[in-house]
């Protein structure tokens, strides 16, 4: 029995194209596992937008080729699709672009022939109606899925290396989004996790405005014990609609909303080929919180893009200390080629303004660690319910989420006591908050429908 072994790195959206690239090798009578030394071909699904994430997935590519020289290697995903031409990666059994997922069982048919120079593939996107969603593979916690609805984006952030990797928006065809939603929920899936871009910019590419009010309606209410997250929406386009969307849903779209502010200062984000300013972000907050007095708000602030100064970062830090978000990624500006902001700067400027930008995002996180700390007593005392993901060996602990946690970037809930099952979704009651995490006890475990 073949076997096939994946790294996936970078975002969740690049996690979905793993689950398929797995999904064709299956087809190709492949196996998964867990174990690389055990494997036959190792897939490296790479990312590739920013400087620290192509050296994490170069580093990652040259630990597996000086752990397993025999081994078929195939780098793949964002940096491979980015640089297939000019990456000079003799080391590489295949470089395999990630426009075209339904090309890999050509790489792996060709891997198996004797004496295979290297492969470098990666074929331009098929027909969105041809495209394969349906995945034999979850690489998520148990019961906990994403659920990809476009890829691309055309708001062409001037610093961002997206749209020149993935290309302009492509929106997944409606019904199709549906059925694999559907497809989810059957397969016993509790938790949806909504990804693109931008989902906001969903069915825009049709030419006939937004689409995603109306696909979010039509999966809220699909037969079945489930939930739905969204995540990434851009501020700047935001469809206030989806605000009485989830207030109507009868909690089955959680009031978890992830908005890209990136910056608050209307210079800056004018320089970045964005709209807002700080009045604007915190009235969209404020406006989210009126209407969903339980709204969890998760940011992610860019530092050091140019034209930040001392004053723009104070304007960013007013921005932090109004808002109130519950969860904060911050990182530094990474100066891309190819991008319109890469001629914004030299090197050397970029370096310099790199240095005092990560001084700034100390002092930007350590403000939003105590405003996290003091937005997550207000769980303390409440009951939720929580979706299992770990038990904790060895302890008599659980690791779970509850609607306020999304996967992999939040804090998470701990439950005293190990008799629940990952994927358990059970009801807890929160004692007190420890650090990001929550602290809970296990009321009752809710049965599956
Ligand atoms: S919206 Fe996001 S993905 Fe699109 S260009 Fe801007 S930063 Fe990149």
Known sequence: MKKIYIESLGCAKNQVDSEILLTYADDEGFVRTERPSEADVIVVNTCGFIEDAKKESIDTFFQFRSSYPEKKIVLAGCLAQRYASELELEEADAIFGNHDLSAFPEVLRRLEEKDAEQIVLSPEYPDPDSERDARKYNLSMPRSAFLKISEGCNHCCNYCAIPIIRGPLRSRPFDAVVEEARRLISSGIYEINIIAQDLGAYGTDWGKGERFCELLKTLSVLEGDFVLRMLYIHPDTFPLELIDIVRNSNGKILPYFDIPFQHADHKVLVGMKRTGDRRTY??????????????????????????????EFEELLRFVEEAQLDWMGSFLYSREEDTPAWSMR????????HKVAALWQKELEEIQSRITAERLERFVG???RALVEENIAGEDLSI?????????????????????MPGDVVEVGIRKVRGVDLEAVKIRKIERE
């Open 382 to 384: 409440k009951k939720y």
């Open 400 to 420: 779970a989420r509850i609607y306020s946690q999304a996967p992999e970037v939040d804090g998470a809930t701990v439950i005293m006591g190990s008799d629940m």
């Open 282 to 311: 915190v009235g969209l907050v404020r406006r989210i919180r009126e209407a969903l007095p339980d709204a969890v708000i998760r940011s992610t602030l860019m530092l050091g893009f140019p034209g930040e100064g001392r004053e």
């Open 346 to 353: 030299n090197q050397r400027e970029h370096n310099r303004a």
